[in-house]
């Protein structure tokens, strides 16, 4: 005989499963690893501007290619720990800068130096935001617009932190590296030569690192990524994001609703070639683009676990002493050749500081900076990273780890050990571009890297990576 249940209990029986797999839903949705909150803001100038990257520029921006953008992700793990990363379409966060957006999130939103990056992506055709830089070589006028453009970022960047902590809400992340390969090691390679060669010089990076935001829908929130290569393509005068840009908005494009983050790796000694056009950053752009895209369309890591961050400022000394006045003075004047006009315009701003009363450092505050996002490792350094330091973490953590340059802080290009023997232009740019940064560099960064990267738990590796 067949069984039938009372319409009651059949009532009971579907009220109780729809109960069930809601309750599963909310659990899901409640028991997320991870809350994030993204930011972005637009910081085109309003005016024509001096430009930042060539030092061969003699006249101000003449419009604009596309806008440009700082973005912000702002990451929050179960325990309450927060982090925020900041990217921006610029030649450089320099510590002035730096200093007074990081202070103003430290007294607005509890946010210490370890727990902010600033990252920029380095465009030679963005606006210049260094004041000091230009103060002899410019206008009153000119000089008056850097001050107060780079006085609108620093509200810009604070404000839209905040938005984005506002909009904290349960993500899952992922990780991954793809790769993609229009990065040439300028030093080892001649531009006017690449077209012809066959094959080219090392060493080079050619990771794109990648994290993956999702909400709880499944929808992505944001993409964060990265490549290691000067945004040199373009050297014209409107404003842009170089390659870095076009990427962002092809990412944007493809994937409505998202936020593509950019952030410059370990690219100092690394050119994208060949370049010189238009077409070639929109190329470059959308190479990049695909490569993320290809990551996205394959299995990544779910991170899971806590956030952690770690952040030290370590002093990097000079080869020799500091110029004195009449050393600055005789280079001004011509007596010591081989100084261009853009030298002899560092040497008035270091006499300047002298005639203030001003000592001029013999050593030179380097941030060094490492996160742990569930098992996902990510270095942050200052300055010009040379893409030997990137090759070099990898040997001891393994391939997988990200890493940054032109974080916090750029001052300088930062060479390794053996550039520093080689000489040549990475080689001789230090603060004090009189002198080369003392031999001890590379051993003092990395020793303080793998310090940091243990308290955090990031574990070391016999990594053998191919010599290139």
Known sequence: MKKTFPRSCCFIFFGLTILLFSNQAFSQQNNSSWKAGVGSVEI????????????????????????VWAKALAIEDRSGKLAVLVTADLLAFRKTLSDKIRTRLRDEFGLSKDQIILNSSHTHTGPETDYDRFQFQLSESESNKIQQYADRVEQQVVEMVGNAIKLLEPVTLSSENGVTRFQVNRRNNKEAQINAQTELNGPNDYAVPVIKVEDQKGNVKALLFGYACHPTVLSDYRISGDYAGFAQLELEKLYPGTTALFFQGAGADQNPLPRRSVPLAQQYGKELAAAVERVLNEEMNVLEGNLATAYSEIDLTFAKAVPTKAELEDIISGATPGYPDYLKESAKVLI????????????????????????????????ELLVGYSLELKKIFGPDIFVMGYSNDVMAYIPTKKVLAEGGYEANRSPIFTTQWAASIEDNIISEAIKLAESLGIETVEYPLVAP
């Open 44 to 67: 085109t100038p309003s005016e024509s501007i001096w430009m930042g990257g060539y030092a061969a520029r003699d006249h101000p921006s003449e419009g604009v290619r596309h806008s």
């Open 352 to 383: 300047s500081k002298l005639d203030n009363g001003e000592k001029i450092k013999d050593s030179y505050p380097y941030p060094v900076q490492a996160w742990k996002i569930g098992d996902q490792p990510i270095f942050a350094f200052g300055g």
